[in-house]
DNA sequence: GTGGTCTAGACCACG
DNA sequence: GTGGTCTAGACCACA
């Protein structure tokens, strides 16, 4: 369900909490559904519990999942991801947008792009 | 000419090597103008040598920079930049326009930041 | 009667012992009258009994209320509220205006809040 | 510098938190200054060191604190303090007042308080 | 069974 | 030396 990179730079944690983001993003994990428990997760990926939680909270943080203790964490809906979220996405894309442009890439294909995403959902 | 923030989370020498990149895609140095020499920019950023060193290194990983012993860093190309940084972009570009239409932006929104990116060029 | 929410960080017996405090505080129901019994309320809040149970006592113990073995649970007077719970109020408020005025909270706004709560009793 | 009570039912990683964050608002570590590092707290508290970062990470989150990694973690400024802690702060006045009031705490009592936090400051 | 907290101890990146 | 991350394993509160 979920793939993680030992190689890469970046921790474990958050390459969890991405993988989980995305799997909410796409929909794989409906809005209201039950995320896997810290235990089970923490068994299948061969990782420390403790870390797995850490993931959790960062997801929980950003609002794209919220947890009842003694029952789990569940997916939360977009409306419930926090403004914070939204004003760094979209800071990004502008610098993402403005780095392509400068390396050649034409509007069509930045388009493309944009309407692919569009597709795929 | 480069904007520091130690409250960031971001190593420094990532900031530092952002903000370089960020000069080049704008055109502030032109491509083959002379990057500012690691001891000048230590200095006037009141940072450790090592810490510019690495910056440069990494800027030039990406294709953003050559070094010409004894000579300094130079702003290379758009089309110097390697591919994998382009892929990498792309792939970004990706997630963000998925997770952005997950969150409730509409095309037209994201139309008007791809404009706009091409406006302030 | 009593809003639950699950994705509070709060324990329920937590959220049902501050709902029913607040109901009597705000008068809703009056001193001597009776709290709704264990069991209606475990049924209508879907919620073990065990739980509502737990919050009885807590607020028992806090003053707010008094058990009649065989009749039940009954809002208490104000008077019958612990000195304990007074002093740790008058702390906790002690605290939140020091916090408040450090944030640059004006005197005049927590005045007004001082008023306004006048008002909505 | 910081008192813990084990008995408390709060974890100790909130209340190392809710220590520090008294410390900053009443001006004992002015805005700008150097906390203790995690490892000197966690030792002088005999408490891990895990714990201990736990409480900053908290502090940060709230925007007492920022921290900058191989330096250390230092007090913010009041306006760098999130905009949902205020509103925390606001709502549990509100209750705090309204339930002082049900007690019979007379208008002037909590004025006094008002008054009071002003002259400590 | 679930998440929440804590300990003990380790290694790494950063400056 | 500092914080950041991770592991291994433990106990507790909650429902």
Known sequence: ?????Y???RPIYEQVRDGLRRLIITGVIPAGDKLPSVR???S????????IQRAYEALEQEGYAYTVAGKGSFAALPTD??????GELMEQLKNLIQELRFLGVGREELMAAL???EEEK
């Open 1 to 5: 369900m979920l793939q993680l990179n």
């Open 7 to 9: 190689r890469d730079s």
């Open 40 to 42: 089970s997760l923490s």
């Open 44 to 51: 299948s990926l061969a990782i420390n519990p403790n870390t």
């Open 81 to 86: 991801v926090s403004q914070g979220r939204r």
């Open 115 to 117: 309407l692919a995403g």
